[in-house]
T-cell receptor, first 117, second 117 residues
Framework: EAQVTQNPRYLITVTGKKLTVTCSQN?????MSWYRQDPGLGLRQIYY???????DKGDVPEGYKVSRKEKRNFPLILESPSPNQTSLYFC????????????????FGPGTRLTVL | AQKITQTQPGMFVQEKEAVTLDCTYD???????LFWYKQPSSGEMIFLIY??????QNATEGRYSLNFQKARKSANLVISASQLGDSAMYFC??????????????FGTGTRLKVLA
């Protein structure tokens, strides 16, 4: 089954304790992205990756790191989480890395609800 | 300035009636894509419809159509014959150039639609 998986789905942690949220897609997609969703703010792009070893900052990259060593995986790393990073996080992927007008959409993972105390 | 504006935080519609969800966007690019997504209470993101900036005809997908008015920079979603299952949060999004051959996504803050029996 074609899908984007995220782990964990739920996480409660404490300020300053490093964590990684994994994201994996099995569709050989070039483009992968991380979003956070907060009430009243919609989804905001944190980082995106056009292909392996190519990553770029989105609108809200502060406090986050990513890496794209393999095409299928795009982990989100919070080196020192803070309470303002409490949010719902989505990973997404889409087939083409260099086509703004491609008709393909993003495929979203199920989301990871993170609480930082 | 907001790049994607959804001015209706919440809306009600009677079952079987049509409803229009507003979306205006702001970009200086000539090439861009516009998307609508549905997020039910279960949390997943469901792709509904896509419109490319050069598409001359409005996109349609079943009961969903996108009223694309390029000069006004609006991309309103029209849902015909509303069903109870249409109750959800709806997000408008734009894919535009992120510079240097990349592209990024920008989402609106969403409209919560409630369909009344």
């Amino acid at each position: 089954e074609a899908q984007v998986t995220q782990n964990p789905r739920y996480l409660i942690t404490v300020t300053g304790k490093k964590l990684t949220v994994t994201c994996s897609q099995n569709m050989n997609h070039e483009y992968m992205s991380w979003y956070r969703q907060d009430p009243g703010l919609g989804l905001r792009q944190i980082y995106y990756s056009m292909n392996v070893e190519v990553t770029d900052k989105g609108d809200v990259p502060e406090g986050y790191k990513v890496s794209r060593k393999e095409k299928r995986n795009f982990p989100l790393i919070l080196e020192s989480p803070s309470p303002n990073q409490t949010s719902l996080y989505f990973c997404a992927s889409s087939p083409y890395g260099h086509r703004v007008l491609a008709t393909d959409t993003q495929y979203f993972g199920p989301g990871t609800r993170l609480t930082v105390l | 300035a907001q790049k994607i504006t959804q001015t209706q935080p919440g809306m009600f519609v009677q079952e079987k009636e049509a409803v229009t969800l507003d979306c205006t966007y702001d970009t200086s690019d000539q090439s861009y894509g516009l998307f609508w997504y549905k997020q039910p209470s279960s949390g997943e993101m469901i792709f509904l419809i896509y419109q490319g900036s050069y598409d001359e005809q409005n996109a349609t997908e079943g009961r969903y159509s996108l009223n694309f008015q390029k000069a006004r920079k609006s991309a309103n979603l029209v849902i015909s014959a509303s069903q109870l299952g249409d109750s959800a949060m709806y997000f408008c999004a734009m894919r535009e150039s992120g510079g240097s051959g990349t592209y990024k996504y920008i989402f609106g803050t969403g409209t919560r639609l409630k369909v009344l029996a």
